[in-house]
Antibody
Framework: QVQLVESGGGVVQPGKSLRLSCATS????????MHWVRQAPGKGLEWVAV????????FYGDSVRGRFTISRDNSKNTLYLQMYSLRLEDTAVYYC?????????????WGQGTLVTVSS | EIVMTQSPATLSVSPGERATLSCRAS??????LAWYQQKPGQAPRLVIY???TRATGIPARFSGSGSGTEFTLTISSPQSEDFAVYFC??????????FGQGTKLEIK
């Protein structure tokens, strides 16, 4: 079955960096667009970034553009989110989600999330 | 950016009583609208895509309708496991992909 497992979350000081990973199995990773979506404590869902199946296209939300980098390693079936210059407002559970190749924005399976806490 | 607005914020219904959740887009998204269910401490789960197509494993009591800017998720006879928060999301005009703020479906 489809599995997405995030890791790398933790407590980090403002201005520091953190790298999240999303290990996947059970589907053709190299045929799937992949997203990061976050959810601040008690809040709704905020789309963060997307990367196309072949790494040729990436897009970011306004609040993270220029500070976060999404990438993937199709040989390892793994998605990454490198986060720089972290701010208090980046505190959230970060989910990775997959899209079918034919529908880039549909998120049909999600990981369980990893918590990032930005605090001094 | 397309703004998605859900109503009501909280919907209280008795088990077996029809539940109707609404989602409005600030501009047309055609039928490129999804609904997700999220239970406490869990990841979101896809319920409906293409405004009206049930995702794999979703019971027939869930139905979606609408197009353009007005959408509805209906649960014909909610069971205990259906009480959760529901988010709509448009995937028509992007970036960014945008979500509604959520509707909490609770037991009356």
């Amino acid at each position: 079955q489809v599995q997405l497992v995030e890791s790398g979350g933790g407590v980090v000081q403002p201005g520091k960096s953190l790298r999240l990973s999303c290990a996947t199995s059970g589907f053709s990773f190299s045929d799937s667009g992949m997203h990061w979506v976050r959810q601040a404590p008690g809040k709704g869902l905020e789309w963060v970034a997307v990367i196309s199946f072949d790494d040729s296209n990436v897009f970011y939300g306004d609040s993270v553009r220029g500070r976060f980098t999404i990438s993937r390693d199709n040989s390892k079936n793994t998605l990454y989110l490198q986060m720089y210059s972290l701010r208090l407002e980046d505190t959230a559970v970060y989910y990775c989600a997959k899209s079918p190749r034919s529908v880039a924005g549909l998120m049909d399976s999600w990981g369980q999330g990893t918590l990032v806490t930005v605090s001094s | 950016e397309i703004v998605m607005t859900q109503s009501p914020a909280t919907l209280s219904v008795s088990p077996g009583e029809r539940a109707t959740l609404s989602c409005r887009a600030s501009q047309s998204v055609s039928s490129l609208l999804a609904w997700y269910q999220q239970k406490p401490g869990q990841a979101p789960r896809l319920v409906i895509y293409g405004a009206s197509t049930r995702a794999t494993g979703i019971p027939a009591r869930f139905s979606g309708s609408g197009s353009g800017t007005e959408f509805t998720l209906t649960i014909s006879s909610p069971q205990s496991e259906d009480f959760a928060v529901y988010f709509c999301q448009q995937y028509s005009n992007w970036p960014p992909y945008t979500f509604g703020q959520g509707t909490k479906l609770e037991i009356k």
